[in-house]
């Protein structure tokens, strides 16, 4: 069994940073993965980024490429979200999720790809 439990959220101006961390009890498998993502009021959760938990190759939406890096320590524990640039669209509450099996890439940006989620973090920016 897997916990998550996210922190890091907060309120910030347009253009500023904040920095999400994941953090997991339980073994991850290394080609299992773990994501962020995020739902604003009125609208469907959507994937953010996801990595695999061994490392190497990340994935982003559309919308948060280029502002947002996932990575993760190496005691594969921790998967923090660096978000950069940020902007009033971004403002969600904010999920880590992980899987309990080996993820594709298509299948990384799916909600239903993933069994273990954390309570989730608020994100603000004005």
């Known amino acids: 069994h897997v916990q998550l439990v996210e922190s890091g959220g907060g309120s910030v101006q347009a253009g500023g940073s904040l920095r999400l961390s994941c953090a997991a009890s339980?073994?991850?498998?290394?080609?299992?993965?773990v994501g962020w993502f995020r739902q604003a009021p009125g609208k469907e959760r959507e994937g953010v980024a996801f990595i695999y938990a061994g490392g190497g190759t990340t994935y982003y939406s559309d919308s948060v490429k280029g502002r947002f890096t996932i990575s993760r320590d190496n005691a594969r524990k921790t998967v923090t979200l660096q978000m950069n640039s940020l902007q009033p669209e971004d403002t969600a509450m904010y999920y880590c999720?992980?899987?309990?099996?080996?993820?594709?890439?298509?299948?990384?940006?799916?909600?239903?790809?993933?069994?273990?989620w954390g309570q989730g973090t608020q994100v603000t920016v004005s």
């Open positions: 339980g073994y991850i498998y290394n080609r299992n993965c």
């Open positions: 999720a992980a899987s309990v099996a080996p993820c594709t890439e298509l299948g990384g940006m799916i909600q239903g790809t993933y069994t273990y």
